[in-house]
T-cell receptor, first 113, second 115 residues
Framework: AQSVTQPDIHITVSEGASLELRCNYS??????LFWYVQSPGQGLQLLLK??????LVQGIKGFEAEFKRSQSSFNLRKPSVHWSDAAEYFC???????????FGAGTRLTVKP | EAGVAQSPRYKIIEKRQSVAFWCNPI?????LYWYQQILGQGPKLLIQ????????DSQLPKDRFSAERLKGVDSTLKIQPAKLEDSAVYLC?????????????FGPGTRLLVL
């Protein structure tokens, strides 16, 4: 079965600095990959997804992610972080023939003024 | 378009009591999911419905958890009796398919505290 590892439990960045959140997946075939964001007390909001094609995916709120098959990674990036980006970020992987979505444990982002 | 609706948003109960959560998916979404998210962890799938049929309930603790989606729209998730370890956020999601690919959209969740 597929699985996801988010190596960083907590990351702190200064407002205006760049951001990269790491995600590594395990899956034998072509994965479907997602990044979700969860603000305190809120549900999960889809930031972006990768199914196929261009390996650099653009999402909402200025986020992008790059699929690297050779590294089994799908890291999330943002060039300049805003205070409102402080939240929990989840990477998820789903298989092709079923919709069994597995989530990572999440990375909590703190933004310093 | 309206999102996935869930109620209640918060619930506090004592162990061994029963509790029920309600979910109304996005209109037209045939697939509905219930997830359990324990504090500090990512969501874990409990059950998946396709219309009113169960597709996957392999991770649902069936001795105490039950779920139904009688008319293929709204769904309820019940816990009876609740245990302390059931304290979590219960997320409902529904999905749409575009170009043969599925995307899940999540509701705000129900936060359950079992005392």
């Amino acid at each position: 079965a597929q699985s996801v590892t988010q190596p960083d439990i907590h990351i702190t960045v200064s407002e205006g600095a760049s951001l990269e959140l790491r995600c590594n997946y395990s899956y034998g075939a072509t994965p479907y990959l997602f990044w979700y964001v969860q603000s305190p007390g809120q549900g999960l909001q889809l930031l972006l997804k990768y199914f196929s094609g261009d390996t650099l995916v653009q999402g909402i709120k200025g986020f992008e992610a790059e699929f690297k098959r050779s590294q089994s990674s799908f890291n999330l990036r943002k060039p300049s972080v805003h205070w409102s980006d402080a939240a929990e970020y989840f990477c998820a992987v789903a298989s092709y023939n079923n919709n069994d979505m597995r989530f990572g444990a999440g990375t909590r982002l703190t933004v310093k003024p | 378009e309206a999102g996935v609706a869930q109620s209640p948003r918060y619930k506090i109960i004592e162990k061994r009591q029963s509790v029920a959560f309600w979910c109304n998916p996005i209109s037209g979404h045939a697939t509905l999911y219930w997830y359990q998210q324990i504090l500090g962890q990512g969501p874990k799938l409990l059950i998946q419905f396709q219309n009113n049929g169960v597709v996957d309930d392999s991770q649902l603790p069936k001795d105490r958890f039950s779920a139904e989606r009688l008319k293929g729209v709204d769904s309820t998730l019940k816990i009876q009796p609740a245990k302390l370890e059931d304290s979590a956020v219960y997320l409902c999601a529904s999905s749409s398919v575009t170009g043969g690919r599925e995307t899940q959209y999540f509701g705000p969740g129900t936060r359950l505290l079992v005392l």
